[in-house]
């Protein structure tokens, strides 16, 4: 997971400090100096990490006081808002234009994630805020590129305008904005052309796009694996183009962060989405108080619950509920929920956003295998619908049926019918001390 290197040290450094009543000088000295080698080490810029510091040690030896705090959590409050601060503050919203259609142009690197990101975010922009895009092919160079965006716009089921390779991508980028206004499509997502390294024919090409089509937003997108060299060139991009904002790319992998944390400060601009993963739906607005909260441990619950809210159908989830407390909870219901689950994203993921999720030894180490869920699929969708109502009917020779026909083992199969019996049984025990009886196995 991204940030791990520097979530683990920082939080080293955040315990130590905690709990004390009293925070000398001499304490603060040591924790920037902790915070400040691992910053370093996760690739933030040097002069970056400089200021940063700086202010931590004005802000936390001048203390403000807060009654409800202890010095050592007021310490850690002037980390996490100086961590936000420099990710950006608040979260940067993506522009609307008055009149339609407002117009996007995305640039970057090669292999930054320009295309695939092009087709995320119009999917983002559909799906969270109900909009009509349409995206197009302005990278005429690369052939690929064009049939790349053709796929993608099949896949979401959205218009792609191009005019092949022969044509002038500001011809091309002027054509689509006319066209998309014939057509009602509220935004236009401009895929550029993207080199191995800055050079001046390509920033001449995307200034004159920029004039022709006069964007609402440029996004550079950047790879964050790259770390500073991400830094460095969205400095010449925003130097050359004037960004709007930066779309960070590959945050699902390991990354040290230094991108992230540098960018910013480093452009003025402010990192508007974060690439999580290769898929149409894996990429998510940049919310820098939340991310600062996941690198310091504290959790992510606002955007555990929206995932939850765009994914999960809240009405079915709670009948679900109700169901287990009632005790007839079956398998399909199981099986049902466990859909619920899957769609909100690697488990992996979704367990990183938990409060102290990277402190739990047992949780940290743990590779989610999601085939073990595609196992526990496979056992129950292989049970005859009487058996998933009714499970103590699975006697030795269904067992067997079943763990065949599941191409699992016997044994599996005995695993989860315990672990569901199990299930059930705590859930009954739970609802029973809600009505106030006294459950048996539990003494809190
Ligand atoms: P372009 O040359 O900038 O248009 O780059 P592409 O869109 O073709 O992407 C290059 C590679 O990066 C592809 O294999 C993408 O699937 C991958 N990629 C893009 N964004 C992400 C991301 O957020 N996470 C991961 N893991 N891979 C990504």
């Known amino acids: 997971m991204a940030f791990e290197g520097l979530s683990e040290r920082l939080q080293q450094t955040i315990q130590k400090i905690k709990g004390k009543g009293k925070v000398t000088e001499q304490d603060v000295k040591e924790m920037t100096r902790e915070v ?10 040097f002069k970056v990490v400089k200021d940063f510091i700086k202010r ?8 403000e006081v807060m009654e409800s705090l202890t010095p050592g959590q007021q310490v850690i409050k002037v980390v996490k808002e100086e961590l936000t601060a420099l990710m950006g503050g608040e979260q940067s919203k993506i522009a609307v234009a008055d009149r339609p259609p407002t117009v996007i142009m995305m640039v970057g690197l090669q292999g930054a994630g320009k295309t695939t990101t092009t087709g995320k975010l119009a999917n983002l922009l559909r799906k969270k805020y109900n909009r009509n895009p349409m995206l197009v092919a ?29 044509a002038n991508p500001v011809d091309i980028a002027a054509k689509a904005v006319e066209e998309a206004k014939r057509e009602h499509n509220d935004y236009v997502i401009v895929d550029t052309a993207g080199r191995l390294h800055v050079d001046n024919d390509l920033m001449d090409e995307l200034q004159q796009i920029k004039a022709s089509v006069n964007p609402d937003e440029i996004f550079l997108v950047v790879d964050a694996m790259t770390g500073q060299d991400a830094v460095n060139v969205a400095e010449s991009f925003n130097d050359q183009l004037d960004l709007t904002g930066v779309v960070l790319t590959k945050l699902d992998g390991d990354t040290r962060g230094g991108a992230a944390l540098s960018i910013k400060a480093v452009t003025d601009k402010p990192i508007k989405f974060a690439g999580m993963g290769e898929k149409l739906d894996e990429l998510e607005d940049f919310h820098p108080e939340r991310m600062a909260s996941r690198i310091l441990g504290m959790g992510d619950m606002l955007s555990l619950i929206e995932k939850a809210q765009e994914n999960v159908d809240e009405k079915r989830v709670k009948e679900l509920e109700q169901k287990m407390r009632s005790a007839s909870f079956t398998f399909d219901d199981f099986l049902e929920q466990m859909g619920q689950v899957k769609n909100m994203g690697p488990l992996e993921d979704i367990i990183g956003m938990l409060p102290g999720a990277n402190k739990m030894k047992g949780l940290k180490n743990i590779q989610f295998d999601e085939k ?27 067992k067997k049926r079943i763990a065949k026909g599941s191409g699992r083992t016997v044994s599996e199969v005995n695993r989860l019918l315990k672990q569901f019996e199990e299930m059930k049984k705590m859930m009954k025990q739970m609802s029973n001390m809600q009505k106030g009886k006294k459950g048996k196995g539990f003494n809190f």
């Open 56 to 63: 931590i040690k004005e802000r936390a030896v001048g203390q």
């Open 372 to 398: 073990q869920l595609v196992h526990v699929e496979a056992i129950i969708q292989s049970m005859t619908k009487k058996e998933r109502q009714e499970p103590s009917i699975i006697n030795a020779n269904r």
């Open 36 to 45: 400040r080698l691992a910053l370093l080490e996760a690739d933030v810029n």
């Open 138 to 166: 302005a990278d005429v160079y690369r052939p690929a590129a064009i049939n790349q965006l053709q796929t993608l716009g099949k896949q979401l089921n959205m218009p792609v305008f191009s005019l092949g390779t022969e």
